[in-house]
Every structure is written in C-alpha cells, then in structure tokens.
C-alpha cells in the first residue's frame, strides 16, 4: 500500500512563487511507487479565527492530515520565519501529526534560500510531535528557478528533490512502523 505523503504549502498571495516549488516537490514525489502526493494549497481551505476547536478547523483539511504517513512542507521565509498562513493551517489541528516525519523545503528570492524560515518552524512543528527529517531542500533565487508560468528552469533540482524524499520515506515507513506496533500513551494502542 501507498504511503500518503502530503506537501503542504505555505502561502497564498497572487503573485506567490513558493507554490512552484511545492508542485515540483509532489510531482518528484509520485514518481515513487511506494508513494501518494499531493500539493495541499491554504488557498483552498478555510480557516476561520484561530486555534483548533471545532469551529476554527477545515474538516477537509482534518481528513488530509488523519490519512498522512508524513508531510513534506515547502513554504517561503518570510521575515526571518515561516508565514503566518502555514502556521494558521498547522494550528487547525492538534494529534494527527503526533510521531509522523516531517521534510522541508524553503523558499527565498535571495541566495540563502529561506533556511531561516526552517529554523524557525523546527520549534512548532516539534511541539505539534512531528519528527524532522534532516535533509532539507532549499529553493534560493526562486525567480530564476522557475519562469512566470511555473516551468522549472535547473532540471539537477529534480534529483536534490528525490535525496529529501528517499529519507522522508525512510522515516515515513519507520514510524508507521512504530505507530501500528508499538505502545504509547500519544496513540491509541497495537
Ligand atoms: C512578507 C515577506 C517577507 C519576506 N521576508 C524574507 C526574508 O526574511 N528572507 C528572505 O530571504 N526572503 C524574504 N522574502 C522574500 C520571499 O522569500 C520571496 O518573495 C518568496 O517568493 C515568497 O514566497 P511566495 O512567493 O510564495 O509568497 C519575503 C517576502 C515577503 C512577501
């Protein structure tokens, strides 16, 4: 059986780049067999408030999450940090990311390529019980890397995607491992 592996995206302004990456990220993604992806765009959830009662939860968004083995979260630095959309998003749920890998992939304009916004997310995304994988993708000068209509202009970027995926599956596989049989108080019991 598949792994499903959403990436999940961070922003949603209209003339937003990061999306690029984040397609390119599941598109690299399905070529794996063991592997279902798909780009899970805030544009197309709704977030009302804050939080994660009932009311401040997108049910679609709560379904994606239950289902994930891992998620691959490719999102742009913004202001030294990760934006404040994908943190709305992660919010909105609270125990379905409790022991499943999580891989990164930042986005900048400049020539770091966003890994201060990784640093950053590192923090919450621990808090929220996700495992960090340690093979991150960077997306740097994202306005030469793909063209105004999302066409990837370095192809060698196909294969740096695959080495941050071969080790999120690892990690995808490991702690699906664990979650069905091993005990802990975090998920209900083998
Ligand atoms: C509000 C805002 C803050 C930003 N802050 C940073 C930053 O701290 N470091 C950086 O390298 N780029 C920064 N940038 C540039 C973004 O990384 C770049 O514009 C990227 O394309 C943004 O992703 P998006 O197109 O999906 O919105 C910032 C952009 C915005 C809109």
């Known amino acids: ?17 990061s999306i ?11 070529t794996f067999e ?3 992806t798909e780009v ?12 994660n009662d009932p009311e401040g939860k997108d049910p679609r968004y709560t379904a994606v999450t239950e289902r994930a083995e891992g998620f691959f979260i490719v999102f742009p630095e913004y202001n030294h940090s990760f934006p404040g959309t994908l943190k709305r998003m992660l919010d909105s749920e609270l ?24 640093e950053a997310l590192i923090h919450p995304v621990r808090e929220m019980g996700m495992v960090a994988t340690f093979t991150d993708m960077q997306f740097p000068k994202i306005n030469d890397l793909f063209d ?15 080495g941050a995926w071969i ?7 490991t ?12 998920h209900s019991q083998p």
């Open 167 to 173: 080790e999120l599956i690892w990690m995808a596989k």
């Open 20 to 30: 690029y990456a984040a397609r390119l990220v599941a598109e690299v993604g399905n």
């Open 40 to 51: 899970i765009d805030p544009k197309d959830y709704y977030f009302p408030g804050d939080g």
């Open 148 to 162: 105004d209509n999302g066409t990837l202009l370095n192809e060698d970027y196909r294969e740096y995607i695959k």
């Open 34 to 36: 063991d592997v279902e």
């Open 95 to 118: 125990k379905n990311y409790i022991h499943k890998p999580v891989a990164f992939g930042s986005v900048s304009n400049g020539q770091w390529g966003g890994v201060r916004g990784i």
């Open 175 to 186: 702690l699906k491992y664990g979650r069905e049989n091993l005990e802990s108080k975090f």
């Open 1 to 17: 059986m598949k792994l499903y592996i959403p990436v999940l995206a961070g922003t949603t302004r209209e003339q937003r780049k």
